[in-house]
């Protein structure tokens, strides 16, 4: 109930744009995501306590498509099964009741060195201000390649939300090695834009990624310009008015 209430109804707005953006764990600034790798008493990664909820039920999970969208709908609902388990590596078991079962420590929060994340940035007319909504994330698993090349990124799937956020908003995680204090919740985390993402797509008539438009120099200029007329939009909500400036400025010399 909560939750429903918190959420941002964005159906009628006269201006969004979305945004995709990829959280590298490895970065100080989103290690908040990436630690404890493996649970600790009560104390876990966000990918481990969104794993468990998917395999209770609680959360459902959909495709990644090729192109990086999300769809949720019923028909690209994903299924977490035997054959996912066997594609990445995670050892389970089968109980009684034939339900699937992973041991806490083996689920690979230590893999999950990322996220992709969608969000809408958009024009709240009732505040009149630019908000930004966190419409969806997905894991990412990143591998080293045999020929030493890189780290390969093997999304697993898209998750609204709207279903991840019930619980994000009960998991107190520290954001700074200055204060370790757990004031701050997982939600709080996206809800504030916490977190350092380079922009890899934006929503477009082309359906291209950056890197399918821009490389080198120009695709980190490209990132950089998305960035800055994000921020600057809210800034150009309001034109000054040089009339009234000037009536002001005479009314204060009288």
């Not at 990086?68 to 709908?73: H, K, L, M, N, T």
């Not at 009149?128 to 909504?133: A, L, P, Q």
Request: glycine residues 4%.
């Amino acid at each position: 109930i909560m939750n429903q209430a918190q959420t941002q109804d964005i159906g009628d707005v006269t201006w969004m744009r979305e945004i995709y953006r990829f959280l590298d764990l490895e970065k100080e600034k989103n290690a908040a995501l990436y630690y404890p790798v493996r649970p600790i008493g009560e104390r876990q990664n966000l990918f481990s306590m969104l794993f468990s909820h998917v395999l209770n039920g609680t959360i459902d999970v959909y495709e990644y498509q090729l192109d990086g969208s999300e769809r949720f709908s019923e028909q690209y609902k994903m299924k977490i099964d035997s054959a996912f388990f066997l594609k990445f590596d995670i050892p389970f078991t089968v109980t009684e009741e034939g339900k699937y079962h992973v041991d806490p420590a083996d689920i690979p929060g230590e893999e999950i060195r990322g996220y992709y994340i969608k969000e809408t940035w958009y024009f709240d007319k009732n505040n009149s201000v630019v908000d930004i909504k966190t419409e969806a994330i997905c894991p990412v698993m990143m591998y080293q390649e045999y020929d030493a090349s890189g780290l390969s990124r093997f999304p697993l799937f898209w998750v609204p939300y709207e279903e991840v956020r019930p619980y994000a908003s009960r998991m107190p995680i520290m954001i700074s090695s200055l204060n370790n204090a757990s004031t701050h919740t997982i939600n709080d985390f996206f809800v504030k834009h916490n977190f350092d993402g380079e922009i890899v797509k934006t929503t477009n008539m082309t359906n291209r990624t950056l890197a399918e438009q821009f490389e080198g120099d120009s695709l980190k200029k490209e990132q950089q310009k998305i960035e800055t007329q994000l921020k600057q939009f809210n800034e150009n909500l309001w034109v000054y008015n040089d009339y009234i400036g000037i009536a002001d400025r005479a009314a204060v010399a009288s």
